[in-house]
Antibody
């Protein structure tokens, strides 16, 4: 069974750093792109970027380039999303999702990680 | 890279059919047959309903169908049911990136 399991909810202060994770299982982790999607409270889905764990090829949305870093450790089938200096506006639910082979559609999703940034 | 344009809300009565549009540009929807649609109930994880414009994943009702003309993709739902009430998002391949629509709130009257 394909599963993406994300790390738990985080409460951070502005200026702090954070790295959240997404562990894949039940499929070949290195053969599918993993995307990250932001959903701010009461708002829609926003595509942040993707990584191909097989070779760590990474693409970012222009809106998020330089704001976050996407990485992966294929040895433990885990993708990451990290911030070096959080802002209150980073408060959101973050989802990881697997792209189906050759489709660019997200067929499996993680359960989401709620990040709250507040002083 | 701007979000794809969707109507903020659409409504219909049980049993009726509705269509949700998703308008992009020649750089995304218009150039690729890689449009997907997602259903999201409040507080839940998005669910893939349509991929590659018109294909349905296993387990998705045949009441859901997708199409595309030019820069606009559409999701049609026939025989509306109460459980169809949710937010729906389109997503398109855009070269090296992807872009979501702003989302449509489907209200079943």
């Amino acid at each position: 069974e394909v599963q993406l399991v994300q790390s738990g909810a985080e409460v951070k202060k502005p200026g702090e750093s954070l790295k959240i994770s997404c562990k894949g299982s039940g499929y070949s982790f290195t053969s599918h792109w993993i995307g990250w999607v932001r959903q701010m409270p009461g708002k829609g889905l926003e595509w942040m970027g993707i990584i191909y764990p097989g070779d760590s090829d990474t693409r970012y949305s222009p809106s998020f380039e330089g704001q976050v870093t996407i990485s992966a450790d294929k040895s433990i089938s885990t993708a990451y999303l990290q911030w070096s200096s959080l802002k209150a506006s980073d408060t959101a639910m973050y989802y990881c999702a697997r792209e189906g082979t050759g489709t660019t559609s997200y067929d499996y999703w993680g359960q989401g990680t709620l990040v709250t940034v507040s002083s | 890279q701007s979000a794809l344009t969707q109507p903020a809300s659409v409504s219909g009565s049980p049993g009726q059919s509705i269509t949700i549009s998703c308008t992009g540009t020649s750089s995304d929807v218009g150039s690729y047959n890689f449009v997907s649609w997602y259903q999201q109930h409040p507080g839940k994880v998005p669910k893939l309903m349509i991929y590659e414009v018109s294909k349905r994943p296993s387990g998705v009702s045949t009441r859901f169908s997708g199409s595309k003309s030019g820069n606009t993709a559409s999701l049609a739902i026939s025989g509306l049911q109460a459980d169809d009430e949710a937010h729906y998002y389109c997503c398109s391949y855009a070269g090296s990136s992807r872009v979501f629509g702003g989302g449509t709130n489907l209200i079943v009257l």
